[in-house]
């Protein structure tokens, strides 16, 4: 068994070297030592989203694994509860899709819908399906995981389907504190809680017990709520009640994430994140165009400091500027790392996907993008504009691209392991300076100039 995982970790090692080495464009940097745009000047943390999803079943312990021996310098745990109220590790409230329980007959009577309103993501739709919160940890141990988005296309190959289950929060501890020791790479972790307020509900009569319960689980495996820990941890958190109190309690930092709550877009929003969290996470799409447009586009259902707005509402902010001038206006998206650094923040992006799939990263909304559909044209973007932290997938792949670019910055070259000239050869000059021009004309300025304009 251990050969044939091995046998098939090789030809998926193989396909992530062939992901990272197919440029679609050559890029021009001034050779000035330029240090990275980051809070802090150093290079950006390359955080494993949900661990490796690009080619481990997601949220699972070969997840981790994968993510860690990749160096990610943070592998990306979810967490939602059992109906026992016990902290897994799971994206989603349910689990139809990805896992076999349509398999087990005798969790049929538990598919039921779902309708609720999240502040971070909006309103919540789930139909026809089975959510973590109706199974006990040991019924939810019974199933077994699986990929999704298969396909002959796809990276993502169902080799490892039915090997792993759901786990816990302190299975993903000591997982984490046991590969990292024997990698002797300092990964750090980045839990996120999912949907508060609903598990509030759970539990009406004890208030914040899903944090209090988070928090309790952290300390006592390794994490005490004030220090010092054994490797790098950050929480996140959509809610802003929820990372508010979060902050009244630990002083872990804390990333405020972004989505459907709007004001963390505008000045006044970041003002206030400033006062409890170290970092603002927004969706990638907002620092690429316009707020207005992407939420128009997105008919997201969006909130001001947890006052909701309907979609409606979207036009009658476009009309009435008070409304957003109450908050300070929105941000420009090339503005949005600067202004976050102003105030001490650094800012993590989400969702930096692998190169072998389409990622929206020429960005899915119709106005203001680029439309290049290249990861490196992608993450040097994002480099340019000085983020601090990236949700990646592939991350052999993520590092890699953030060493070429800090090679391009210092005029040096220490790529050793995949080198894109070394495998593929040199490219036609013509075709190399064609691309550069189309990455120019599409960024504005260039990165020739360094900075990048509207």
Not at 24 to 29: I, T
Not at 75 to 104: M, Q, R, W
Not at 300 to 328: H, M, Q, W
Request: aromatic share 12%.
């Amino acid at each position: 068994m251990r050969g044939q995982f091995f046998a098939t970790f090789g030809l998926i090692g193989g396909t992530i070297v062939g992901a990272i080495a197919a440029p679609q464009s050559e890029l021009k940097f001034k050779h000035n030592n330029t240090l990275w745009k980051t809070l802090d000047g150093k290079a950006p943390k390359i955080v494993g989203h949900r661990g490796e999803k690009a080619i481990m079943p997601e949220h699972t312990l070969g997840s981790w694994h994968l993510g860690i021996i990749e160096h990610a310098d943070f592998v990306e745990p979810d967490v939602v509860l059992t109906k026992d109220f016990i902290p897994v590790c799971y994206h989603d409230l349910s689990i139809g899709v990805n896992t076999d329980v349509a398999d087990h007959p005798e969790f049929a009577h538990l598919k039921r819908n779902l309708t609720f309103y999240d502040v971070g993501d909006g309103i919540v739709h789930i139909t026809n399906d089975w959510l973590v919160s109706d199974f006990s940890l040991a019924e939810l141990k019974t199933l077994r995981v699986k990929h999704v988005n298969v396909g002959p296309k796809s990276i993502r190959l169902p080799y490892f389907d039915q090997v792993f289950s759901i786990p816990t929060l302190v299975e993903f501890l000591e997982l984490v504190a046991n590969v990292t020791e024997k990698v002797g790479y300092p990964t750090g972790i980045i839990p996120e809680l999912k949907h508060p307020k609903y598990h509030q509900d759970m539990a009406p009569d004890r208030p914040h017990f899903f944090e209090d319960l988070f928090l309790a689980t952290l300390a006592n495996n390794g994490y005490p709520l004030h220090g010092p820990w054994p490797r790098s941890i950050w929480i996140q958190n959509f809610d802003k009640k929820s990372a508010q109190y979060l902050a009244s309690k630990t002083s872990i930092p804390l990333v405020q994430l972004q989505y459907a709550n709007a004001d963390a877009l505008t000045y006044h929003g970041l003002d206030e994140i400033a006062k409890y969290a170290k970092a603002v996470g927004p969706w990638k799409q907002f620092l690429v165009s316009q707020t207005l447009d992407v939420l128009k586009y997105e008919g997201v259902v969006y909130n001001f400091d947890n006052r909701t707005l309907n979609s409606n509402d979207v036009t009658k902010i476009a009309s009435n500027p008070e409304l957003v001038k109450e908050y300070g206006g929105f941000i420009p998206p090339r503005e949005y790392v600067r202004e976050a650094h102003k105030r001490g923040l650094q800012v993590a992006g989400y969702t930096y996907y692998t190169s072998n799939q389409p990622s929206y990263r020429g960005c899915e909304t119709p106005k203001g993008c680029f439309t290049t559909e290249d990861r490196r044209d992608e993450l040097f973007y994002f480099f340019e504009l000085g983020m601090d932290q990236l949700f990646c997938e592939n991350n052999a792949e993520a590092v890699t691209l953030r060493q070429e670019y800090q090679d391009r910055l210092t005029g040096k070259h220490t790529l050793s392991v995949v080198d894109y000239k070394v495998t593929f050869g040199k490219r036609a000059v013509a075709e190399v300076e064609a691309r550069a021009e189309r990455v120019r004309e599409l960024y504005g300025a260039g990165l020739g100039g360094r900075r990048f304009d509207h």
